[in-house]
């Protein structure tokens, strides 16, 4: 059974880091990309940042280039999402998705971040 565990969230002040981190577990499959969405109140879940399985490719939203870095352990079925000058329009519930080479999709079950002062 695939298990994905979100970790690293939490409260910053504005230009702050945070480092979150999604662990997947019971993989016995070929990964394709693993990616980061969030959420923020009343607004739909948007993706973030992708990072490709094989090859390391990595791809941002516009506005979390240049200040968000994504990064992967592909022998701990691990990958990072490192934060820095956040942004309070950063603050939301952070999701990673697991997208197999075949077969559906994996949802964590999601990690808030907060930016405020």
């Known amino acids: 059974q695939v298990h994905l565990a979100e970790s690293g969230g939490g409260w910053v002040q504005p230009g702050g880091s945070l480092n979150l981190t999604c662990e997947a577990s019971?993989?016995?499959?070929?990964?394709?990309?693993m990616n980061w969405y969030r959420q923020a109140p009343g607004n739909e879940r948007e993706w973030v940042a992708g990072?490709?399985?094989?090859?390391?490719?990595?791809r941002y939203r516009t506005s979390v280039l240049g200040r968000f870095t994504i990064s992967g352990d592909t022998a701990k079925n691990t990958v990072h999402l490192q934060m820095n000058s956040l942004k309070p329009e950063d603050t939301a519930i952070y999701y990673c998705?697991?997208?197999?080479?075949?077969?559906?999709?994996?949802w964590g079950q999601g990690i808030q971040v907060t930016v405020s002062s």
């Open positions: 998705k697991l997208v197999p080479q075949r077969g559906h999709d994996y």
């Open positions: 019971g993989v016995d499959f070929s990964i394709y990309y």
């Open positions: 990072f490709g399985w094989d090859g390391g490719e990595t």
